[in-house]
């Protein structure tokens, strides 16, 4: 019961405090690794990360292509289970919950972990239907009345609602491509998710799609725990509050955003941020 | 790079000019061929039907003859309608109508202008309406079949009598009974509802039809649901190993089998293992079944490959479970490519002769029964399978027995 008090104390505190970035690492720990190794067959991707991920914080993982960030960010919600011969070792804990027990439900695990895809890929469906998916296999909701308020309400949260409240029956591929990828994350926040991974969301994205993602991803972030991939530096010391930079599977430095952008203690940071690598 | 060792820049039009003819000639002739493929497509299908109606429009009509049957009571018992004497209601019909015939053995030439089965419509018709014992019934029968090539002039009245079918005589009567206007030659929808028949005139493919529709039904309903559910455990749920890829391998290799093997299958398992009736339909289509079964898994697994891995990543990443993946999104996608796969194995599937052959399917049938959507009059299996055991015939196998009998007459 102290335990409780405490936590939400401290979120009390930590909401205040996130008005200046720095404090970030401060917070409450969401999710923790522990010494996560990754192979795929007899090549191993990942050799040992452990890293806090804070909440109600964008924490980005940098780093050149073909670094593991991406593979890491997948351990997360288990997305790696579905790749053929892929095997994880370590510990990953959401609230001190090991992901990786085997009495846990991995379905019940990705509703509370959603993530959003490099590409954009909507269902083949119409508008709401994908926004509505989530809820309905979950079941989450107990009338047509409160879907009608889920979708809508995700949408709204995805500043995608007014471009699309005329259409919400036309088929979610037509949208644009921003527009798409917004629905994909109206679509993972319709199920309620704590944390929302990110898996290089801007990367098929034009500058003007990418200003508004970023704006969302910075709204967002006062009521979820966001993880984001992206091999654009600019973009992570603009969103994150927290880096954590990759480099041939290792993790070489984490730490506030401000700091591994203005002060990198590591020389491969230094000159990975410089452009000297990657 | 010193000045000497570089060449001027090339102009592109002097060369362009000639590469751009002969890309433009190309492109020219690879049209002018497609354009001549379909043409010659076109040509050849005008042809096919072309000598296809001109041979066989006169088995569209076929030769009536309207008969006032007397239903006397002498030949008709009320009491017991279907064992009455026909055969002689149906002469003394004809001799009305062709009043000038005396002799026994004439009277039964001209009963013989109706097709054999004359009297059992009768019978039928007054076993249907008992009130026309003591009258007349009239009735348009089908004209035996030598009188129907007589009509429609496939026998030509100039031959000489010894080499003609009909006589003189039947000439002259049935000439009489055109005069009365007694002949008609309406629209031979016997062709589609009669069976088999001894009788030319009252033959027909119904048998046929019925037995390919039940088969094909038959064969659909096994390979089917067995072919996806097969093909989406492969694809999408089976662990890559040995055994899955000596399955893989043989499901391919059992696309390469001649059909005729599966019939020598269906004849070993399914008639003499199981026991099952020859000639049915049932054992056609799981013949069938087994030839498109595998198909029916190679174009759906390819139809599922063709699904991209974005829209599975999107559904697990929604927290789907792995069936949900496939029933929701992974199989919706992929079922154009299925029915499309599925529809050429089932074409392919209907227009097999020789798996049938071996199993008996080209049976004789001279009763089918065409509705399958009837209720069953009563509610025990054998009504049920009833249909599908009996009408055991094959459009495609009655074709093929056909011109293989045209084959062994004329070698």
């Known amino acids: ?216 991803i910075d709204e967002l972030r006062e009521n979820y725990t966001i993880v984001i991939v992206t091999h654009s530096m600019q973009q992570a010391a603009r969103v994150s509050q927290k880096t954590a930079f990759f480099h041939l599977g290792n993790l070489i430095e984490e730490g506030v955003t401000e700091d591994i952008f203005t002060n990198p203690i590591n020389k491969q940071t230094q000159d990975y941020i410089m452009g000297r690598i990657g | 790079m010193t000045d000497s060792t570089m060449t001027p820049p090339r102009k592109a039009t002097k060369i362009g000019d000639a590469l751009r003819r002969r890309r433009n000639a190309a492109d020219l002739r690879l049209r002018i061929y497609g354009i001549a493929a379909i043409t010659a497509a076109i040509g050849l299908l005008v042809i096919l039907l072309t000598t296809l109606f001109l041979g066989g429009y006169q088995a569209f009509v076929q030769t009536h003859i309207r008969v006032d049957f007397p239903i006397s009571a002498d030949n008709v018992d009320p009491g017991d309608p279907a064992d009455g004497n026909y055969r002689a209601v149906v002469r003394q019909a004809m001799s009305a109508l062709l009043p000038d015939v005396s002799t026994p053995a004439e009277t039964r030439a001209i009963a013989k202008i109706l097709t054999n089965n004359t009297q059992f419509f009768v019978r039928d018709a007054v076993v249907r309406d008992l009130s026309v014992i003591g009258g007349t019934l009239t009735l348009e029968v089908p004209a035996a079949d030598i009188y129907d090539q007589l009509n429609k002039g496939t026998i030509s009245r100039e031959t000489l009598e010894e080499n003609r079918r009909v006589s003189d005589q039947e000439i002259a009567w049935f000439d009489e009974l055109q005069a009365k206007g007694a002949v008609s030659t309406p629209f031979n929808w016997g062709l589609i509802f009669n069976a088999d028949s001894r ?61 005729i093997v599966f019939g020598l299958l269906g004849l070993a398992v399914f008639i003499q293992t199981f026991g099952l009736p020859r000639s049915a339909p049932l054992v056609g289509g799981l013949v069938l079944a087994l030839m498109s079964l595998p198909t029916i898994i190679i174009v759906t697994r390819n139809a599922l490959k063709a699904v991209p891995p974005s829209i599975r990543e999107a559904g697990y990443g929604m927290g789907a479970s792995p069936q949900q993946v496939v029933m929701h999104h992974v199989l919706p996608q992929a079922l154009p490519g299925i029915m499309t796969g599925t529809i050429l194995a089932l074409a392919q599937a209907l227009g097999e ?30 009504f049920i399978f009833g249909p599908i055991v009996r009408n055991g015939a094959s459009l495609r196998v009655h074709l093929l027995a056909f011109s293989s009998c045209l084959h062994s007459f004329s070698s």
């Not at chain 1, 926004?131 to 949408?155: M, N, Q």
């Not at chain 1, 290089?200 to 034009?206: G, K, V, Y």
Request: hydrophobic share 40%.
């Open chain 1, 1 to 216: 019961m102290d335990m409780q008090d405490g936590n939400v104390k401290m979120t009390q505190q930590t909401v205040d405090r996130a008005m200046n970035p720095s404090d970030a690492i401060e917070r409450t720990i969401r999710v923790q690794t522990r010494d996560v190794t990754v192979h795929y067959g007899a090549k191993q991707a990942l050799h040992g990360i452990s890293i806090d991920i804070p909440e109600r914080a964008v924490t980005s993982f940098i780093g050149p292509s073909g670094c593991g960030k991406s593979t890491f960010l997948r351990c997360i919600n288990r997305m790696n289970d579905t790749i053929e011969g892929a095997k994880v070792g370590g510990t990953i804990k959401l609230d001190g919950e090991d992901i990786y027990d085997p009495q846990l439900d991995v379905v019940e695990l990705r509703a509370r972990i959603g993530m959003v895809f490099q590409r954009p890929n909507p269902f083949p469906k119409s508008i709401y239907d994908n926004v509505a998916y989530g809820p309905r296999i979950h079941g989450l909701t107990s009338s047509k009345a409160d879907l009608d308020e889920v979708v809508v309400s995700s949408l709204r949260k995805a500043g995608l609602f007014e471009e699309v409240k005329d259409r919400l029956n036309e088929p979610g591929t037509g949208l644009s491509g921003g527009q798409q990828q917004r629905l994909c994350i109206a679509r993972a926040m319709a199920v309620g998710p704590e944390v929302i991974l990110m898996d290089e969301p801007c990367s098929a994205l034009d500058p003007i799609a990418t200003a508004i993602i970023e704006e969302l």
């Open chain 2, 199 to 259: 009788f030319p005139e009252i033959a027909g493919l119904s048998g046929a039809i019925v037995g390919s529709f039940y088969a094909i039904l038959v064969c659909f309903l096994v390979a089917f649901p067995t072919g996806i559910a097969a093909a989406v455990y492969l694809e999408e749920f089976a662990p890559k190993n040995r055994w899955t890829d000596i399955v893989e391998v043989n499901i391919n290799n059992l696309a390469a089998v001649p059909s």
């Open chain 2, 353 to 382: 002769t020789a798996p049938l052959l071996l199993i008996g399917m080209n049976a004789f049938i001279t009763s089918p029964r065409l509705a399958l959507w009837m209720p069953p009059p009563l509610c025990q299996l054998r």
